[in-house]
């Protein structure tokens, strides 16, 4: 756990880009969302062959799939309930690529759906936060009085290990 | 902004990703399996090893025991291993195509090497079919028999008793608004003083003739009360007479139907096999709803109006795929499966092909068929069949076995035990269940039946009959609903069986039928006798106020003439005098 939160504060206070995080996150997401299937495999490469900070990545994928245990049973309800729709299901039948992908499944379907919407605001809003956490807190929060004993405990010996 | 080692951690990921999957996806199959197996019969599950086989892919599954929830010290079903292989890319579309399955060792109800764990009691949904257990037949007594037979005639009794004890009760009550013999003495004795008294003037004899006419209408409210009691005695007499024909019409055709039981023969309205073995038989045939209820799911939606009429839940296809217009593949489908089966001692293979829910999309039925011969414990077994859910779910099935071993049993317990030594069976037959509807025909001989009983004498005496016979020969048709089928089950030994099994039960009907008879003449006769009794006093009654209102009637007739006359003496008198006056 500790180990955790001193990667996020590494991470958040180093030299990566607003935007490698906010996609990070947005991606860590989307993968979270999605059953383990191709289209996972397709993020991971995504996110293997850009410069997408990994360690934000794969964090927030963990955490994306522990909340799915919660979620993928009204969604998959939801989805069940909207894709009877005959010229999308017409369209999954006739494309074995889209069947590939499992999107003939009820739960890869809305989990893809979900993700594919939420990734362009999840990225700008991450990246946006980020900035605004460098540019008004991070400073403050080094003074901070429990920064400084942070500093002194083991989290931080941990931290600068890492670092 | 591309990563240059990209490629490699993406490679490295994959690697260990696939190496994690071989290592461990087959504990993981195993836990899950066993989980969902136990969760769905209620008892232990055990799998000794599962493993995957990546080229080509299939999974294989070793040494499998499935608890036998009613028995856990044996299994319902064990394999020694089954093996599937999957075609590689209906998988990756998410279809499970099975190129080939087999599974050797097949057995039903072996024993296992140390009791199972049982999670939740049996239901009587969850047996199995089983050969054995179907002929372990509980033999009835005289009084199961007696009860099977549907006697009307206790009925029938106890409502004639009811009846009488309401009758008597209304006719007690009616019993205290008849006229006492005081109040008709009293009667008597107010019209005599009337009548024997003098009159004096009109005045009085209008008065006296307005008395009488008051103690003539009380007399005629009495007499409309006896008559009403008499009314209601004959209506109740009327009653009982009813009562006394239906229970002797009960009587006489429960002794008739306890004789045609006896005496059977065939094409009789029922057999002493039926009696046997009807409600067993239905109740394995009512087993066959849980092959349809698996296939429901599949069958196309009914019209609407159905639809409507029934509140069943919504129906959900398995993994939720959505119902694409024009699937490539069935959910599943097994092209060709080999199933080992042990039975008879020895070795006997079924081969099954196509076997899916959704043979619409392979335009084939699923085929089965079993040909099995010189067994040691089996002359030849013959089985095929196919089944196939288009717009209904059809499944037709035939079989011909011939000379099957019977290990020694016992059928029935304790005073009414038979055992049966040795046996072969023969059978043959067909089935036809088109949704929830069954059709099925099938003939069992027992051959060389050698049977023991210690029990009573009429077991004793049929056991000896039954020995006598070459052949033990059952007709069994079944027709109707799976879940409430109607089971025939004739039997050209039925009139031999009936007389021998059915000689305790008809002692026992006649000795209770006399019984009976003598309790019911005794009640009918004081019950009955009462009513004479009270019949007489009535007509007493009745003639006792018919005579005194004619009395009355007389005596006021009389008593006016009378009256009459003195006034036309008095009258003579006077002109007389005034006459006489006169001169």
Redesign the interface.
């Known amino acids: 756990m500790l180990t955790l939160v001193a990667k996020i504060l590494k991470v958040l206070n180093s030299e990566a880009s607003p935007w490698q995080i906010g996609w990070a996150i947005a991606l860590g997401l989307f993968a979270g969302i999605l059953p383990f299937g191709l289209l996972t495999l397709l993020i991971i490469l995504i996110v293997c062959l850009l410069t997408i900070n990994l360690s934000t990545f794969i964090v927030v994928w963990g955490l994306t799939s522990g909340l799915m245990l919660l979620f993928a049973d009204p969604l998959e309800r939801l989805t069940w309930q909207y894709a009877q729709n005959d010229s999308l299901l017409q369209l999954l039948a006739n494309t074995e690529t889209l069947q590939l992908l499992h999107l003939h499944h009820t739960l890869t379907l809305g989990a893809f759906v979900l993700g594919a919407v939420l990734l362009l605001p999840i990225a700008w809003l991450s990246k946006m936060l980020v900035m605004q956490y460098r540019v008004r807190v991070m400073n403050s929060v080094q003074k901070w009085k429990i920064m400084q004993m942070l500093k002194a405990s083991k989290l931080f010996a941990l931290y600068e290990k890492l670092n | ?3 240059k080692s ?2 490699l ?2 490679i490295v ?2 690697a260990a990703l696939l190496a994690l999957v071989y290592l461990f996806a087959g504990p993981a199959i195993r836990i899950g399996m066993v989980y969902s197996l136990e969760k769905a019969v209620g008892a232990e599950v055990n799998i000794s090893k599962v493993s995957l086989e990546l080229a080509p892919l299939a999974l294989r599954v070793n040494n499998l025991q499935i608890t036998d929830a009613a028995k856990p010290t044996h299994n319902s079903l064990s394999f020694g291993h089954a093996r599937a292989a999957l075609e590689l890319w209906p998988a ?3 279809y499970y195509v099975i190129e080939e399955l087999t599974v050797d060792g097949l057995q039903y109800g072996a024993q296992r090497s140390s009791e199972g764990a049982v999670y939740r009691q049996p239901g009587a949904e969850g047996e199995k079919v089983d050969i054995a257990k179907l002929l372990q037949v509980d033999l009835p007594d005289a009084d199961e028999l007696i009860g099977r037979a549907n006697l009307q005639t206790p009925a029938k009794a106890e409502a004639l008793k009811q009846l009488a004890a309401t009758e008597q009760q209304q006719l007690k009550g009616l019993q205290d608004q008849l006229p006492t013999k005081d109040t008709l003495a009293q009667y008597q004795a107010e019209i005599k003083a009337l009548t024997d008294s003098k009159i004096a003037n009109a005045a009085d004899l209008a008065a006296k003739a307005q008395q009488l006419q008051q103690l003539k209408d009380k007399l005629n409210a009495e007499k409309a009360k006896v008559d009403q009691v008499k009314q209601q005695l004959t209506l109740s007499k009327d009653n009982l007479q009813q009562a006394v024909a239906e229970l002797k019409a009960a009587s006489s055709e429960d002794y008739a139907k306890v004789q045609q039981l006896a005496n059977l023969s065939d094409g009789g309205l029922a057999g002493i096999s039926q009696i046997l073995l009807g409600d067993l038989w239905g109740q394995r045939i009512a087993q066959l709803q849980s092959l349809y209820l698996l296939a429901k799911p599949y069958l196309p939606e009914k019209t609407a109006s159905t639809a409507e009429n029934s509140a069943e839940p919504e129906v959900i296809l398995p ?10 593949y069935p959910d599943f489908w097994v092209k060709q499966a080999r199933v080992n089966w042990l039975i008879g001692g020895g070795e006997a293979t079924i081969a099954l092909q196509d076997i899916t829910a959704q043979h619409a999309l392979i335009n084939s039925a699923t085929k089965f068929s079993l040909d099995v011969k010189q067994l040691p414990q089996l002359a030849a077994f013959n089985l095929s069949g196919d089944f196939a859910i288009l717009q209904q779910m059809v499944t037709n099935l035939n079989w011909q076995l011939d000379g099957l071993n019977l290990q020694p049993m016992t059928l029935g317990k304790g005073d009414s035990a038979l055992d049966l030594a040795a046996g072969l069976i023969s059978s043959g037959g067909k089935l036809n269940l088109t949704d929830n509807r069954i059709t099925q025909q099938a003939n069992v001989v027992l051959n060389a039946a050698n049977f023991n009983s210690s029990g009573n004498k009429y077991l004793q005496q049929l056991a000896g009959l039954l020995n006598q016979q070459q052949q033990i020969p059952f007709n069994i048709t079944t027709t109707g609903l799976v879940s409430a089928p109607d089971v025939s089950i004739r039997s050209s030994l039925d009139k031999l069986l009936g007389d021998a099994l059915l000689g305790e039960a008809k002692q026992k009907v006649a000795a209770y039928q006399s019984e009976l008879q003598a309790k019911l003449n005794s009640q009918l006769q004081s019950g009955l006798a009462g009513q004479q009794d009270w019949a007489a006093l009535l007509t007493q009654q009745d003639g006792a106020v018919t005579d005194a209102g004619s009395s009355i009637e007389t005596m006021l007739n009389a008593k006016l003439a009378d009256v009459k006359d003195q006034a036309k003496d008095k009258l003579k008198d006077k002109l007389l005098n005034k006459l006489g006056g006169g001169n």
Do not use: A, E, S
């Open positions: 902004m591309i990563r990209g490629w951690v993406f990921f994959f990756l579309l998410g993994n939720r795929i959505l119902p694409l217009p024009g699937q490539p």
